[in-house]
């Protein structure tokens, strides 16, 4: 599938943007698609850095307002 989608893309002088091209088969590879759509998702809102923190409470120390506020949105 991957084959004839570029054989379209250069047929038709398509010349996507490397990082969404890449991101775009990869997703499209069985097995992987959750885990690099959710590293994604970190990457775009900045969560990357504390990704395998707790987020706490009032009583528990976890992750920043501001990261906090991006989970929510997330």
Excluded: H, N
């Excluded at 088969?25 to 994604?40: E, F, P």
């Amino acid at each position: 599938m991957l084959e004839e989608l570029l054989r379209r893309e250069i047929g038709v002088g398509i010349k996507p943007d490397p990082e969404i091209d890449a991101f775009m088969k990869a997703t499209s590879l069985s097995g992987q698609k959750a885990s690099l759509i959710t590293d994604y998702v970190l990457k775009l809102l900045g969560l990357d850095i504390c990704a395998d923190t707790k987020v706490g409470d009032d009583m528990r120390r976890g992750i920043s307002g501001g990261q906090r506020k991006r989970v929510t949105t997330g």
